[in-house]
């Protein structure tokens, strides 16, 4: 389009372009946006607020459009992909969102304008005051749980418990910060990258900006390495780390933290990945931080190593409904079928880790899931099949800020609240199994 009417934002006037493909699609919407000329074009400061307007109009999806569905007597126009996210902008910035709200109307009839037709910009000025007008009223009646699927919010209560749930509800709408695992002593570099020390070797950034801005980005300089990891999937890395064992494979690598974090402590990595995509992203990676791995494209359910394996490092697919609050998308794109095929896989790829190990090898299973099929369910199955197989319990001293997610049983279950002083982090479940 072009935005020949200067008064309009262009952020708001490309964040209904960029909707409109990630509702026609199921890509991710970092896919979505990384891919859109519009979006790399604009200065930094409306690349900032269209990123913004995206992810919640994404994240309170649930709650935006039932507001629209009470003032637009007709309901949500069906075939009116444009309009209804023109709508929901609007609605996120009214009641979400402080900006300017004669702005947020304004741009929101003047694109319907351009982009739908004028009959129509009529009923966007009207619905949107009316909701103005009703904001603290409208507001009150929202709930978090208008956000999730219904199978979603069944599924958790049945496995944490109501106030279980509403606590995952209420964090899986909060704001992410941005974590980076850093080689070097992460205490000094709080100060070179202007974050706070976590936990780990994480350092958190509160402002979410373009990684590549952040000082040392290309660096062979070990010490001043880093990359971006959220620190609750630091850990599974960390368990390894701290462990007599060299000869590791990362199955399912790409884009690489976990063998960033492995290589650089010289363990001797072979990173497994069956994305060819995703694989050139975990090269970039290697080769921005000077680190070696052998790097492997196959299906980790039929491959094979050459190799004694000392320990396994298998971050499994998953529904990823631990980031919900960093990939709000997942809240649209994830179903009970979904699931299904994800059990299946990470079944697969369990037992084929398993016969890799040599005795007294290691598997560390995790998944950014908080769903206990995918987890806790996994590991009682394979416990009950294999006779060689016992947990190996994660200890307080090798997690002390993660010390209460241990279980009865020896593993984490790490909601998003876990460091709720800090600011969240991502859902996670990880076990570490021994082979006898």
């Known amino acids: 389009m072009s935005l020949q009417k200067q008064s309009i934002s262009p952020a708001r006037s490309i964040s209904i372009d960029l909707l409109n493909k990630i509702f026609k699609s199921n890509a991710p919407f970092e896919h979505v946006i990384s891919k859109s000329i519009q979006f ?3 200065d930094t400061k409306d690349r900032k607020f269209c990123r913004l307007l995206i992810t919640v109009v994404l994240r309170k999806l649930g709650q935006i459009d039932h507001v629209l569905g009470r003032f637009l007597k007709r309901g949500i126009p069906q075939k009116e992909n444009t309009f209804n996210n023109i709508m929901r902008v609007g609605v996120a910035e009214l009641l979400f969102i402080e900006s300017a709200k004669y702005a947020a109307i304004n741009d929101a009839v003047e694109i319907t304008k351009l982009k739908v037709s004028k009959n129509l910009s009529k009923l966007a000025n009207a619905v949107l005051r009316n909701i103005d007008r009703d904001n603290k009223n409208i507001l009150s009646q929202l709930t978090n749980e208008m956000n999730y699927p219904k199978w979603l919010v069944k599924n958790w209560e049945a496995s944490w418990g109501k106030n279980k749930t509403k606590e995952i509800l209420k964090w899986l709408q909060t704001q992410p910060y941005l974590d980076l695992t850093v080689s070097g002593n992460p205490t ?3 100060a070179v ?6 936990w780990g070797k994480t350092v958190r950034k509160k402002n979410l900006i373009n990684p590549t801005s952040i000082p040392y980005f290309h660096s062979h300089i070990k010490k001043y390495r880093w990359w971006v990891q959220d620190v609750s999937a630091s850990i599974p890395g960390e368990l390894l780390i701290n462990s007599d064992k060299m000869n590791i494979i990362d199955l399912c690598s790409a884009p690489g933290g976990k063998t960033a974090q492995l290589a650089s402590f010289g363990k001797k990595v072979i990173s497994v990945d069956i994305n060819q995509k995703r694989v050139e992203y975990l090269k970039e990676n290697m080769k921005r931080l ?4 052998n790097i492997v494209i196959a299906d980790g359910t039929l ?9 396994v490092l298998l971050d499994a697919p998953c529904s990823a409904t631990g980031t919900i609050r960093r990939h709000p998308d997942i809240l649209k794109n994830r179903t009970k079928e979904n699931l299904y095929c994800y059990l299946e896989i990470q079944s697969k790829l369990i037992k084929q880790s398993l016969s890799w190990l040599n005795k007294n090898g290691i598997l560390i299973y995790s998944v950014c899931s908080l769903q206990k099929e995918e987890g806790e369910n996994q590991i009682y199955s394979i416990l009950k099949k294999s006779q060689d197989l016992k947990i190996l319990r994660i200890l307080p001293k090798e997690v002390s ?4 997610a241990i279980t009865k049983e020896g593993w984490l279950r790490i909601f998003p609240n876990c460091l709720g002083s800090d600011g969240g982090n991502d859902g996670f479940f990880i076990c570490r199994l021994q082979k006898i």
């Open 40 to 42: 790399i074009n604009m």
């Open 188 to 190: 000094e570099m709080e």
């Open 193 to 198: 990258i202007d974050g706070k020390f976590i």
């Open 290 to 293: 000077d680190l070696q791995t």
């Open 303 to 311: 491959w094979k190593p050459k190799c004694d394996i000392d320990a």
């Open 401 to 404: 800020k993660f010390e209460h």
